[in-house]
């Protein structure tokens, strides 16, 4: 059959299946293995993110197709040793989220805080299900290779859901204060402790992103876009130190800072 003659996930499913070939593949398709595809994955979701966060519609499209194209190489792989297909992956999901979704799927009818009480709930039940007899902890399965700031943030959404948090943002700012406080003496010692320093400094930004979280937002794309609004400040003051003297490294520190507040002010 020719490849134009199929739907279009099936072309992407047929070109897999080629590219995997043991004898007219890519050697470099070829050699590849669950972990060595696995920093592509990550790479292609933050390429993702970045085309949603520039609004760019084309680099979307290409972005989420490059994702896929991770999905399918999973599934390729999985099919080779017989744990799996792209069938049974999609599958799964399908059913996990009708299961999780009983006021679209079912006879229930939720409030919005009602259906997050529910999803949250649901993933418990599997958690439960996925332990057999072992001990179950609200913090299972939030997986160790996540951004620390994505990872602080559900270790601390998952305790709120049983209960452990904060009742508004005032305990939490005043977590901040306690911990730069903290961070503060240790500066002030005599001989500094620089494992106890980076100690402090972790409890300062654990207690950032929970008040993140209370804020409702997302500690990823708060930072993310903080890196862009900083990144586009500075090219601008480099733009204005080159036309005043020899780039950046021609100015005080008195001027750059005079540049930055300029940038700043124009851009407000």
Known sequence: MSSSSYSQLDRLLWVMDCLRDPDSGCPWDLKQDFASIVPHTIEEAYEVADAIERQDKADIQ???????????????????????????????????LIRRH?????????SEQEVKQNWELEKARERQAKANDEAVSALDNIPLALPSLTRAYKLQKRCANVGFDWPDTTGVLDKIHEEIEEVQQELARSKRNEEALEEELGDLLFATVNLVRHLKKDPETALRRANAKFERRFRQVEQHADEKADGVTGLSLT??????????????
Do not use: C, N, T
């Not at 989420?64 to 744990?83: I, M, N, P, S, T």
């Not at 009983?102 to 939720?110: D, K, L, Q, W």
């Open 62 to 96: 290409e972005e989420l197709g490059d994702l896929l194209f991770q999905v399918v190489f999973y599934a390729r792989l999985g099919k080779e040793k017989q744990w799996f297909d792209f069938e049974a992956i999609a599958g799964a999901m399908a059913e996990k």
């Open 255 to 268: 001027e750059l800072e005079h540049l930055w507040q300029s940038v700043k002010a124009a851009e407000k």
């Open 102 to 110: 009983p006021h679209v799927f079912g006879e229930h009818s939720f």
